[in-house]
């Protein structure tokens, strides 16, 4: 059974970072791609940020490019979302989902483990 538990999530000021962990249980870790989505209220859930298996490919959709960075510790079986620069546009919850493959990949439904998410909201 994985699990996905995500933390770092919280109210900040536009123009501040915030970094979000993703903690995945399992020994499995490190043969899968990972991946941040998120969902603004009324919005559909989008694809933000993925990474494979080995942390040598990474994606990003094109509004976050140059502002997030994705990365992984195969060691600690963790992923995290590093956020610069925010926007109150980035406010959604956002969940770390594990794929199904150990190619980067930014689909949705290649993913086949999800978290709860964690709350981001960005002031102006």
């Known amino acids: 059974q994985v699990q996905l538990v995500e933390s770092g999530g919280g109210l900040v000021q536009a123009g501040g970072s915030l970094t979000l962990s993703c903690a995945a249980s399992g020994r499995t870790f490190s043969r899968y791609a990972m991946g941040w989505f998120r969902q603004a209220p009324g919005k559909e859930r989008e694809f933000v940020a993925g990474i494979s298996w080995s942390g040598d490919s990474t994606s990003y959709a094109d509004s976050v490019k140059y502002r997030f960075t994705i990365s992984r510790d195969n060691v600690k079986n963790t992923a995290s979302l590093q956020m610069n620069s925010l926007k109150p546009e980035d406010t959604a919850v956002y969940y770390c989902?594990?794929?199904?493959?150990?190619?980067?990949?930014?689909?949705?439904?290649?993913?086949?483990?999800w978290g709860q998410g964690t709350q981001v909201t960005v002031s102006s």
């Open positions: 989902a594990r794929a199904a493959g150990w190619g980067n990949t930014r689909a949705q439904w290649e993913f086949d483990h």
